[in-house]
């Protein structure tokens, strides 16, 4: 039977991106006063996402997490602005491989003052993740698998790794990474379902306890 999840994916993906495009080119050419933070003056959808991470960090530990890398963080960081207004993390890093989609949140960041948020052009199969504490990957992350392998072949041990996952039927239009999990690591916990996705908690197999 011809396998039809990756057209899926690929359209799929183009309409998260133009959406998102939109929102942030908007917050990008608006006059926004000095001060304002993003859950402010975001949009409905971008709101609804940044709310539903109070609940998804509520299950990290950011007490001792010196830096935090966002992997797909996209042209509207959403979870590289809440890592960066809603903890004390000293260094939050949003990757992107799409330069243009890298300047406009990195525009984003200064309009709305994020000093210890970074965003960076970088491969996430490439990228060294040693130093970071907590690693976040978006949903849209492709190829994720690999992705995710590059994390367990360069994370620390103490790594808290949060997958944003496709549940169901989204599986046909969203890469997984848990098909099978990469084999040095093991589900910790999950957390609701949204818009037929939810996020998987991970971490290495031989982490302390």
């Given at each position: 039977?011809?396998?039809?999840r990756?057209?899926?994916?690929?359209?799929?993906g183009s309409?998260?991106?133009?959406?998102e495009?939109?929102?942030?080119?908007?917050l990008?050419?608006?006059?926004?006063?000095?001060g304002?933070?993003?859950?402010d003056?975001a949009?409905?959808?971008?709101?609804?996402?940044y709310d539903?991470?109070?609940?998804?960090?509520?299950?990290?530990?950011?007490?001792?997490?010196?830096?935090?890398?966002?992997?797909?963080?996209?042209?509207?960081?959403?979870t590289?602005?809440?890592m960066?207004?809603e903890t004390?993390?000293?260094e939050?890093?949003?990757?992107?491989?799409?330069e243009d989609?890298v300047?406009?949140?990195?525009?984003?960041?200064?309009?709305?003052?994020c000093?210890?948020l970074?965003?960076e052009?970088a491969?996430?199969?490439?990228?060294d993740y040693?130093?970071?504490?907590?690693?976040?990957?978006a949903?849209?992350?492709?190829?994720?698998?690999?992705v995710v392998?590059?994390?367990?072949?360069?994370a620390?041990?103490?790594?808290?790794?949060?997958?944003?996952?496709p549940?169901?039927l989204?599986?046909l239009w969203?890469?997984?990474a848990?098909?099978?999990?990469?084999?040095r690591l093991?589900?910790?916990d999950?957390?609701?379902?949204?818009w037929?996705?939810?996020?998987?908690?991970?971490?290495f197999?031989?982490?302390?306890?």
């Open positions: 039977m011809l396998d039809r990756p057209g899926l994916q690929q359209e799929f309409f998260i991106v133009e959406r495009i939109e929102e942030a080119y908007r990008r050419d608006a006059d926004i006063p000095p304002t933070r993003f859950r003056v949009g409905p959808h971008a709101a609804g996402t539903r991470l109070r609940e998804v960090f509520a299950r990290v530990d950011f007490s001792n997490v010196q830096k935090a890398v966002m992997v797909g963080c996209g042209w509207r960081p959403v590289t602005l809440y960066h207004d004390q993390v000293p939050v890093v949003g990757l992107d491989i799409v989609a300047d406009c949140a990195r525009i984003l960041g200064r309009k709305f003052g000093d210890r970074r965003v052009l491969d996430a199969m490439t990228y040693s130093d970071a504490q907590v690693i976040y990957v949903s849209m992350v492709t190829p994720k698998a690999d392998a590059r994390i367990a072949d360069t620390p041990p103490e790594a808290q790794i949060v997958l944003w996952e549940v169901s989204a599986r969203m890469q997984t848990m098909h099978p999990l990469d084999p093991e589900v910790i999950t957390g609701s379902v949204n037929l996705t939810t996020e998987v908690f991970v971490r197999r031989w982490a302390k306890r």
